[in-house]
């Protein structure tokens, strides 16, 4: 950066997408609308790396560190109680629509076994912000929703209901070629 620039900071609103199939078509970019986020989202990346040790040092001050993976978590807060949402968010934890709401019913523990792979509900996540212009996209190429970190339903008299909702990365392993987890950028510079 040659020099500061107040217009290149960013406010970046938006929504989520599940299975998105073409940035340059208009939203929901051929998938399945979330919802709007109340502040956007949240992108972690956890870097996994082991200490190494050596008895030079006392066998505890690590000399390096050998990287072993990293983890990549998008979390954010729905504000639109919505059946695919819910769908999505609480894979096998929902009744069929029906009832005489005909609304789905979200239920604990679920439909899901344990020892069910997460997989078997995985798909593409996208961030889509409301400026696609300036905005900045990201795009999961796959993720499971991960209830178990912080999937949460809030009902406030001070505040609009929301969900919360975790997104955890997978490495699409059918895909040898297939070195990006994550891409956090212009739309027009990410393939889906």
């Not at 998008?74 to 894979?91: G, K, R, Y």
């Not at 069929?96 to 509900?121: F, K």
């Not at 178990?148 to 975790?166: G, N, P, Q, T, W």
């Amino acid at each position: 950066m040659a020099s500061d620039n107040f217009a290149s900071i960013l406010r970046n609103p938006g929504r989520l997408v599940w299975d998105p199939t073409d940035l340059s078509i208009a939203f929901p970019h051929g998938g399945k609308s979330l919802g709007f986020t109340r502040d956007g989202v949240l992108v972690q990346t956890i870097v996994g790396a082991t200490p190494l040790v050596a008895e030079d040092f006392g066998g505890v001050e690590p000399f390096n560190y050998m990287f072993i993976g990293q983890l990549y978590t998008l979390s954010a807060d729905l504000i639109q109680w919505d059946d695919d949402t819910l769908q999505v968010a609480f894979p096998g934890g929902l009744t069929v629509a029906g009832g005489t709401s005909g609304e789905r019913v979200v239920q604990y523990p679920g439909t899901l076994d344990q020892a069910s792979l997460l997989s078997s509900v995985s798909g593409k996540l996208l961030f889509s912000p409301e400026d696609l212009t300036s905005g900045k996209v990201v795009l999961f190429k796959k993720v499971v929703p991960f209830i178990a970190d912080a999937s949460e339903i809030l009902f406030r008299r001070s505040e609009h209901a929301s969900l919360k909702v975790v997104f955890r990365a997978l490495r699409d392993i059918a895909l040898a070629a297939a070195k990006q987890v994550v891409e956090v950028g212009d739309r027009r510079d990410i393939t889906i």
